[in-house]
């Protein structure tokens, strides 16, 4: 069976940071393109940040760029997403995704469509 397990949101003040880990089962996060996306009701989902340790790419979306750090441990087949400086409007719904299409960039995966398997999310509080 193949899944992704993600956790490690919670609620933190401003300015402080988070770690989100996305755990892969059936499948290596190796194998795959793996991105981090999140959600806020009524707005568009954000693909916030994907990578590919196959040909080591990484992309980033804008208003993250600098202040989340993507990486991956292939041993542990988990990425995780290193939140800093958070920001009131980074409260979201977190989810992470696995692009199983072959071909896929980091830059094409995190368009999020049609990507994959998707995990359950996990929730972003940061008060202001």
């Known amino acids: 069976d193949v899944q992704l397990q993600a956790s490690g949101g919670g609620l933190v003040q401003a300015g402080g940071s988070l770690k989100l880990s996305c755990t892969a089962s059936?499948?290596?996060?190796?194998?795959?393109?793996i991105g981090w996306f999140r959600e806020v009701p009524g707005k568009e989902r954000e693909g916030l940040s994907c990578i590919s340790t196959s040909d080591n790419t990484i992309y980033y979306l804008g208003s993250v760029k600098g202040r989340f750090t993507i990486s991956s441990d292939n041993a542990k087949n988990t990425v995780y997403l290193q939140m800093n400086s958070l920001r009131p409007e980074d409260t979201a719904g977190y989810y992470c995704a696995a692009d199983v299409r072959v071909g896929a960039t980091v830059k094409i995966a995190c368009r999020g469509d049609d990507i994959g398997v998707w995990g359950q999310g996990t929730e972003v509080t940061v008060s202001s």
């Open positions: 059936g499948f290596g996060v190796g194998d795959y393109v």
